[in-house]
C-alpha cells in the first residue's frame, strides 16, 4: 500500500452496538468486534468506519454526545477500544471514528451550564439570540420531523441555534475556545490510536451563524487549521468529511485553490452516488460518464470515496426532479420507503430485487470507479432492511451472523435487542446470513472476498486516474479506465439484461497479454480486444498491462 494509505483502502462502515454482541446485553460491544477481526480481515477490510461511539442519550442514534472524551458504557470501556485498535492493528486494518463536532447533546455539561446563566463560561460556546430570528424556520435537515432551526430555552431566555434536531445545539465555532476543544478532542483520540476521523456535516461546522441570515458565510480557514493539527499529531491521520454540496463548490474543502490539498483528505462522493442510482434505474450509464467528466480536479493527495449504501438514506437531492423520480419509482415506490422526501431508506439487495447478477454488477461497478470504496456492514452478505423500523433505522438492523436466534448477533432476549433482527421473508437471518455462505463458495460474501482481493491487485484504481473510455459500445455498457504507475485497467459494465459484444480494439497497441481478472462468467480470450462478449447484467475487469512500478 501507498505512502497515502487511505487512496487504496477498503472502508467497512459498521454501528458497533448492532454489530456484535459479547456480554448478551442486547447491546454490540468492542469485546464483540474484536471477535470479528479476522472475518473482516478476510473480507478484505483495510479501514474500520465507526459510527459514534460517545456518551450519549441516543435520541440520535449517537450523534447526539454528551462526552467527547470517553466511550459509551454500552459499548465497553477505553480499555476496550484501545484493546480493538491494538487487535486490528494486529489485523492491518486501521480505524476511523466519527467526530461530530457541528453540535451536542442538549444533555451535555457545556449547554446545561450555557443556558444557565449569560455568565457561564460555556454561554459563548453556542450560537444564541436574543430575539426570534426571521430565518427560524429554514434550513431544517430533517423536513417532516424538523420544523425549526432555532428554539426558544425558558431557562436561558433566548433562542439558541440547532441545524438538526432541537437537542441538538450547534457549537459555536467562531469561538476560539471551541476551536481549541476541538482539536483536544481529535489529539486524545489520535493519541490512542486511531486513524483519522470520518467528519459528520462539514459545510454546517465552517459556518458562521448570523441570526436572521439563511446564507451564512463560512470558514474554510479553519479546515486549513484543523488539518494542519491533525497531521503534526499523527502524520498519516486522515479526515474524511461529509460535505454533500454543489459540485463546484466541492475543490474549496480539499484544499485553499493554491493547488495545496490542505484542508480535507477525502469527501464522500454525493454527486456520483445519485448518478450510480439513476443509471441503474434506467439502465444507462450516461449519468456516470457525466460525474466522471464533471469530477472537478483534486490536488495532490485529495480522494473521492464512493458508496452505494451508508448509514443514511440515498439521498437524491443533487438529481433533477424528472430524474429522482425515476429513481424512486423503480427503487422506492411505496411512500414508506422514502425519507425526507429526498431519499431512499432501503439496502441495495431488496431495491435490486435480491437478484445476485444485479448487485454484483452493482458492487463490481463502484469498486472500480476513482477513489477509495465504502461498504456498509451487511451489504456483503445481501442484508435487508426493516421498514417498520422509524426513518434511518430501517438500515440500522442487527449483523446477521448465524442460524442462532437473534442471527447470532446476541445472547439476549429477543426484546432486549438494541434493534430487532429481520427474522421473516427472504432477508430474515434464516435464509441470509454469514455461516451459511461461508460454507457456499458460490455465496455474495464469497464473491465480495474474491472482487476485494482482485481490487488489491490493482492499486491504480485507487490512486490512479479513471476515465471513461470513449468509443461506441452497445447500449447499456460502460467502458471505463484506471491507469497508474501499476498499469492500466479496462472495466466493463452491462448496465441493461441484453447480452451485448464490445469491441475495445483501439485499446490493443497498449495492451500486454491482457487477460480477465475478474467477470461475472467465463469468457472466452480477450485476444485482440475487438469481440469482448458481455451478459446483460455483465461484468469484466480486465488487466490491460502491467507497469513497471510494483
Request: aromatic share 10%.
Amino acid at each position: 500500500m501507498g505512502d497515502r494509505w487511505y487512496q487504496e483502502a477498503v472502508v467497512y462502515c459498521l454501528d458497533v452496538d448492532t454489530y456484535a454482541d459479547s456480554d448478551g446485553d442486547g447491546v454490540g460491544d468492542f469485546q464483540g468486534l474484536i471477535g470479528r477481526l479476522d472475518y473482516l480481515a478476510r473480507l478484505g477490510v483495510t479501514c474500520l468506519w465507526l459510527n459514534p461511539i460517545h456518551p450519549s442519550p441516543n435520541k440520535d442514534d449517537g450523534y447526539d454526545a454528551t462526552d467527547f472524551y470517553n466511550v459509551d458504557p454500552r459499548l465497553g470501556t477505553l480499555g476496550d477500544f484501545a484493546e480493538l485498535l491494538h487487535q486490528a492493528q494486529n489485523h492491518g486494518i486501521r480505524v476511523i471514528i466519527d467526530l461530530v463536532v457541528n453540535h451536542t447533546s442538549d444533555q451535555h455539561p457545556w449547554f446545561q451550564s450555557a443556558r444557565s446563566s449569560p455568565d457561564s463560561p460555556y454561554r459563548d460556546w453556542y450560537v444564541w439570540s436574543d430575539h426570534e430570528p426571521a430565518d427560524r424556520h429554514q434550513g431544517m435537515v430533517f423536513p417532516g420531523e424538523q420544523h425549526e432551526t432555532w428554539t426558544y430555552d425558558r431557562t436561558a431566555k433566548a433562542w439558541f441555534y440547532h441545524r438538526f434536531y432541537k437537542f441538538q445545539p450547534d457549537l459555536n465555532i467562531e469561538n476560539p475556545k471551541v476551536r481549541a476543544e476541538i482539536k483536544k478532542i481529535t489529539s486524545f483520540w489520535l493519541q490512542l490510536g486511531v486513524s483519522g476521523f470520518r467528519m459528520d456535516a462539514v459545510p454546517f461546522i465552517i459556518e458562521k451563524t448570523e441570526p436572521g441570515n439563511p446564507n451564512a458565510p463560512k470558514d474554510f480557514d479553519y479546515l486549513t487549521d484543523l488539518r494542519q493539527h491533525v497531521q503534526w499529531r499523527r502524520g498519516d491521520a486522515v479526515l474524511l468529511a461529509e460535505a454533500n454540496v454543489e459540485p463546484d463548490q466541492l475543490p474549496v474543502y480539499f484544499g485553499d485553490g493554491s493547488g495545496s490539498g490542505n484542508r480535507i483528505h477525502m469527501l464522500f462522493d454525493f454527486m456520483l452516488n445519485g448518478r450510480l442510482m439513476l443509471a441503474f434505474a434506467r439502465e444507462d450509464p450516461e449519468a456516470i460518464i457525466d460525474a466522471l467528466r464533471d469530477t472537478p480536479k483534486l490536488p495532490t493527495g485529495g480522494q473521492w470515496a464512493t458508496f452505494l449504501r451508508n448509514h443514511d438514506e440515498i439521498d437524491l437531492s443533487r438529481l433533477t426532479a424528472d430524474q429522482r423520480n425515476d429513481v424512486l419509482a423503480t427503487f422506492g415506490p411505496d411512500e414508506n420507503m422514502q425519507l425526507y422526501g429526498r431519499g431512499i431508506r432501503r439496502r441495495l439487495a431488496p431495491m435490486l430485487g435480491n437478484d445476485r447478477r444485479h448487485i454484483e454488477l452493482a458492487y463490481a461497478l463502484q469498486f472500480s470507479l476513482r477513489g477509495t470504496p465504502v461498504l456498509r456492514y451487511g451489504e456483503e452478505i445481501g442484508m435487508g432492511e426493516d421498514l417498520s423500523l422509524k426513518g434511518r433505522d430501517a438500515i440500522r438492523t442487527p449483523m446477521q451472523w448465524s442460524y442462532k436466534d437473534n442471527a447470532g448477533f446476541s445472547t439476549a432476549e429477543p426484546e432486549k435487542l438494541v434493534r430487532p433482527v429481520i427474522d421473516k421473508g427472504e432477508y430474515g437471518y434464516q435464509q441470509v446470513n454469514v455461516t451459511a455462505q461461508r460454507k457456499d463458495p458460490r455465496s455474495l460474501l464469497g464473491w465480495f472476498e474474491r472482487m476485494i482481493r482482485t481490487l488489491r491487485e490493482a492499486p491504480e484504481v485507487g490512486s490512479g486516474s479513471t476515465t471513461h473510455i470513449d468509443v461506441p459500445v452497445p447500449a447499456g455498457v460502460l467502458a471505463h479506465r484506471a491507469d497508474g504507475r501499476t498499469g492500466t485497467m479496462v472495466f466493463l459494465h452491462n448496465l441493461g439484461t441484453e447480452d451485448v459484444e464490445v469491441d475495445l480494439s483501439t485499446l490493443a497497441p497498449e495492451a500486454d497479454l491482457p487477460i480477465d481478472v475478474l467477470s461475472d462468467r467465463n469468457y472466452e480470450d480477450v485476444g485482440k480486444l475487438d469481440r469482448l462478449k458481455l451478459a446483460g447484467h455483465g461484468y469484466r475487469w480486465i488487466r490491460l498491462c502491467r507497469g513497471g512500478a510494483l
